[in-house]
Nanobody, 119 residues
Framework: QVQLVESGGGLAQAGGSLRLSCAASGRPYSLYAMAWFRQAPGKEREFVGRIRWSGGDTYYGDSVKGRFSVSRHKTMKMMYLQMDSLKPEDTAVYYC????????????WGQGTQVTVSS
């Protein structure tokens, strides 16, 4: 069993910054990639960004490009989401997810952490 635990959510003002962390624990497995998603009330889950575990290359959703940055610490199996220039529309529950090598989808999810941005 693998578990993902997010931390670092909270309240920020528009224009401010927050940094989220995601810790992977449990039985070791081969990671292909990790990602961040978010879901605001009444809206569908939205892709935020992902990082390929071996190469470290990243890819972002259009709504966060240039403002958010995903990074990882391979040895510690940690992933981070640096969120800058926050907007009220970034308010959501943020989830981290992981995909194993050979998997066709994101197969492990965290419990989520709330981010609220005030105007």
């Amino acid at each position: 069993q693998v578990q993902l635990v997010e931390s670092g959510g909270g309240l920020a003002q528009a224009g401010g910054s927050l940094r989220l962390s995601c810790a992977a624990s449990g039985r070791p497995y081969s990671l292909y990639a990790m990602a961040w998603f978010r879901q605001a009330p009444g809206k569908e889950r939205e892709f935020v960004g992902r990082i390929r575990w071996s190469g470290g290359d990243t890819y972002y959703g259009d709504s966060v490009k240039g403002r958010f940055s995903v990074s990882r610490h391979k040895t510690m199996k940690m992933m981070y989401l640096q969120m800058d220039s926050l907007k009220p529309e970034d308010t959501a529950v943020y989830y981290c997810a992981s995909r194993r090598v050979g998997a066709h989808d994101w197969d492990t999810w965290g419990q989520g952490t709330q981010v609220t941005v005030s105007s």
